[in-house]
């Protein structure tokens, strides 16, 4: 599946997610990121973030579809960083 | 169609970039929006967000799908804001 990820945790804890997200998924934007993930890498990337949060205030929202191809990117500004 | 946008925007600008955003979409997390637009909404959104960004540095990124149901939304975490 393809998914787009999203972190929003308190300051201590950014450096250790983004760490932790950069190991399953390409980094696109601030905590934004995106890649194809197999349910089973999804599993374990689900786990090491609540690991890492404080499920009372950090969120992590992920949004999932089956291709990619039914997602169309579009940019304005400047790119941040390419999957190619 | 349905979108998920984020902006990463110079700090001077952000206020402005959230309230544009605001008019078109629902606020989730941070900088990021979702929600169901007409092509012609889609596209007051990127002149207005052309006018306040500064192309060379800033940047917006919208994931664009036909169809909601396309997508699968899971939070881990507190949910930030709900849109029902």
Same mark, same amino acid.
């Given at each position: 599946m393809y998914v787009i990820a999203m972190y929003d945790v308190g300051e201590k804890r950014v450096g250790k997610m983004l760490k932790h997200m950069r190991r399953y998924l390409h980094w696109i934007q601030n905590s934004v990121f995106e890649g194809e993930i197999? =349910?089973?890498k999804m599993e374990e990337l689900r786990i090491g973030a609540r690991?890492?949060? =404080? =499920?009372e205030s950090d969120s992590l929202i992920i949004f999932k579809t089956r291709q990619e191809k039914w997602l169309d990117k579009e940019i304005v500004g400047i790119e941040r960083s390419s999957i190619g």
């Open positions: 197999t =349910e089973s690991y890492i949060m =404080e =499920e």
